[in-house]
Structure formats: structure tokens, C-alpha cells
Nanobody, 119 residues
Framework: QPQLVESGGGLVQPGGSLRLSCAAS????????IGWFRQVPGKQREGISC????????EYAGSVKGRFIASRDITKNTVFLQMNNLKSTDTAVYYC????????????WGQGIQVNVSS
């Protein structure tokens, strides 16, 4: 059964860092594009990063570009999101997702993990 499991969330002060992990099972991350999304209650889910299946340069939304870094370790079948210089506006539930086509047509979603940025 294909599955994505996020870990690494929690509470961090503004300016701090966190690294999210997204461990895949039942399929290979090298066969899929892996996206990171986040959602705040009452707002639409926002796509913030994507690594293509060919492992090329990751793409980022303007809201996180220069602060977040997506990467993957295909030997561990895991994708990471390094989040630096966190702001209160980064508080959200973060999801990883795998898709073969467009990020609007996700094949597998993770369960989501809470990130709180607060002093």
C-alpha cells in the first residue's frame, strides 16, 4: 500500500529552523514528483515546493523561496524540506504528496504534520 509519512514538525521560534521528512513506502520517490504543501485553517492549501522525478532543481513558491530547501535521498526513499528563517506566517499543517502528472492531480498524500512558529 503506497504511503507517505511526514515527521519533524513542532514548535519553533521565529528565525529558527526545522527539517521535515517525508518517508515513502510502496513506491519509489524517484518515480514521482514530490511536492510540499501547507494549509492554514480556513485557507486554501498552498503548494510551496516540488522536486521532479528526475531529481532536477527544486521549484519554490515565492513565499518560501530563499528560505526553504527541498531535497531527497533515494537510498532512503525519503524527501526532506529544510525550513530556515521561519516566520509566524509559516505556521500551518504541512503535507508531502506524490504525483505522476500535475500537482493538481496528486496520487498519494501524507497525513500532514503541524508546524508552529511562535515566540
Amino acid at each position: 500500500q503506497p504511503q507517505l509519512v511526514e515527521s519533524g514538525g513542532g514548535l519553533v521560534q521565529p528565525g529558527g529552523s526545522l527539517r521535515l521528512s517525508c518517508a515513502a513506502s510502496g513506491f519509489r520517490v524517484s518515480d514521482y514528483a514530490i511536492g510540499w504543501f501547507r494549509q492554514v485553517p480556513g485557507k486554501q492549501r498552498e503548494g510551496i515546493s516540488c522536486i521532479r522525478s528526475d531529481g532536477g532543481d527544486a521549484e519554490y513558491a515565492g513565499s518560501v523561496k530563499g528560505r526553504f530547501i527541498a531535497s531527497r535521498d533515494i537510498t532512503k526513499n525519503t524527501v526532506f524540506l529544510q525550513m530556515n528563517n521561519l516566520k509566524s506566517t509559516d505556521t500551518a499543517v504541512y503535507y508531502c504528496a506524490a504525483y505522476l502528472g500535475s500537482y493538481e492531480d496528486v496520487d498519494y498524500w501524507g497525513q500532514g504534520i503541524q508546524v508552529n512558529v511562535s515566540s
